[in-house]
């Protein structure tokens, strides 16, 4: 709730102070990276991207090319909100840059589809076209994985965005391209493919998975579905066997084995 959000940055703010007296670098991007959004949310964008800079270096000067990539592209959200597109693709080509060269496949989809609305709204239709088929392929490759190791919520969060990227590649054929053939072929192709592959994971699941893996995939997947099972051997274990110091170690292992190979699967 909007009423929520000055005591929220007063919190923080006590925070921030705290995390620079301590020296606690890594604590203090946080800090600045949670103020900015909050910030960006009140819709006061100047504010939010004076915080988002400061979170910008934090990140640089410690190396942390992944929380680099995502700042650059929260960056170029504010501007592109604040309508400066030349800015704001100058920031989201930066952090499409990183995001291929670490291997963020899941962030490179998001770009991709935020420079796509940005190319429409500059009226720039064929390479909003083409920026939004490249996003939706990253997006369709990573589908399978997310909607089986996923937790509910991060499945809910990559359905919501999968669907609203679907959607946007619809609009613009209706409202924009209505006499290109390539926009209708792309929008009719993205629908049917979609709804297929949805189909084809909820009824079949691990198996439609482990066909689109590569090996190293599979040996992924089979390393997690080890972690799951011996989760649930653990978890199930009769009460009198769920006492002392072993089991809670082998527990705790268990899960943090399981969530690791999980963010590798994604990865």
Known sequence: M????????DYYQQSLAIKRDISDHYGEGVILGNIGLIYQSLGDY???????????VIKRDIGDLSGEGLTLNNIGIVYDLLGDYFQ???????????KRDIGDRLGKGTTLINMGQL???QSKLNQALKTFQEGLRVEERLLAGNLIVGSEAQKQTYLTSFRRSSDM???????????????AHSALTTV???????LDLFTNAPQSLRQRLDPEGRTLLDKLNRAHTQLSQLTFQPSDARNGRNWKSKLTTCRRSSLATASNFNS
């Not at 100047?46 to 400061?54: F, G, I, K």
């Not at 049917?192 to 949805?198: F, N, P, S, T, V």
């Open 2 to 9: 909007l009423s929520d959000y000055p005591q929220a940055l």
């Open 169 to 183: 590649l619809l609009s613009l054929h209706l409202q924009h391209l209505s006499q290109s053939s390539d926009a």
């Open 192 to 198: 049917l493919q979609r709804k297929g592959l949805l």
């Open 88 to 98: 704001a693709l100058e920031y989201y080509e930066q952090s499409l840059a990183i």
């Open 46 to 56: 100047l504010q939010a991207l004076d915080y988002y800079q400061q979170f910008l």
């Open 119 to 121: 190319h429409w709204r």
